[in-house]
């Protein structure tokens, strides 16, 4: 009895001893790390092509800018720069008017840098074009021989080359870093077509307008109407005294003899 008693005892030990020993070295739990931050999402980029597409219509202008490969640098400048880009795009009404000087003669080269000028390498509100108009001509995409000239007149926006005098018509888009604004006729640049502008044609004659002295008068027109009903009146009194005048000289004749 005493042997099993001291077996139990023995058993009993080794389990409490082995829990214990099991206690001390069991690692420890391991620190609660704080949640990764969700990646930042990608930056919205207006795609200028899409825009240009589906508003105006701005069809010849954009393909222009396809064909020479200057959308990829208004594209490049809005997405990769903190400057942004301002675009002054003429509707197709205004390529069909552009006459002369024609657009058709112009290099490869003259092109691309025609379209360059209708662009500013910075992002520009409306509001902001007051200051702008102060500041002198404003060099383009196409370089300081490429300037346009702002003016603000009571808030409307208006541009100026030698060869051309146009205002914004309309705002097409504007959210920083990107601007499209409407223009109504082609920005012509004095470095690709000179300084002999040809005159500009003379205003239509105004229509003569008759001044009132010039029209018969009322009176004259009266005293026209008049003048028939007068005579017709002095006919009349005349035959009214003619029998009188007739009885009075019988009267006379009679007392003389």
């Known amino acids: 009895m005493a042997k099993m008693q001291f077996s139990i005892f023995i058993a009993v030990a080794f389990i409490v001893f082995s829990a214990s020993t099991n206690a001390k070295t069991a690692s420890p739990p391991a620190p ?3 949640p990764t931050p969700a990646p ?9 092509t899409e825009l240009l597409s589906v508003a105006g219509p701005f069809h010849t202008f954009l393909d222009y800018l396809l064909s020479s490969g200057v959308i990829e640098t208004f594209q490049s400048q809005a997405n990769n720069t903190e400057e942004g880009v301002t675009i ?5 009404d205004a390529f069909k008017a552009q006459k002369n000087p024609p657009l058709s003669n112009l290099t490869k080269d003259q092109l691309k840098q025609l379209l360059l000028s209708h662009a500013l390498p910075h992002y520009y509100s409306l509001s902001e074009f007051k200051n702008l108009s102060q500041s002198g001509p404003v060099s383009t995409f196409a370089g300081g021989q490429y300037p346009l000239k702002f003016t603000d007149v009571s808030g409307t926006v208006r541009i100026e080359t030698l060869w ?16 499209v604004y409407q223009v109504n006729r082609v920005l012509l640049p004095e470095a690709i077509f000179g300084t002999d502008v040809p005159p500009m044609p003379a205003p239509a004659p105004a229509p003569v307008v008759s001044s009132p002295s ?17 005579s017709h009146k002095n006919s009349a009194q005349t035959l009214v005294f ?8 019988g009267l006379v004749a009679l007392f003389l003899c």
Request: charged residues 15%; without cysteine.
């Open 214 to 230: 010039d029209s018969p008068s009322a009176d004259s027109d009266e005293a026209n109407a008049s003048s028939p009903k007068s």
């Open 40 to 48: 930042a999402p990608a930056p919205h980029h207006v795609n200028l």
């Open 88 to 92: 002054f795009v003429p509707k197709d």
């Open 242 to 249: 003619a029998p009188v005048a007739m009885v009075v000289s």
């Open 164 to 179: 051309t005098r146009t205002k914004v018509s309309s705002s097409v888009f504007s959210t920083d870093p990107v601007a």
């Open 32 to 34: 609660m790390l704080p």
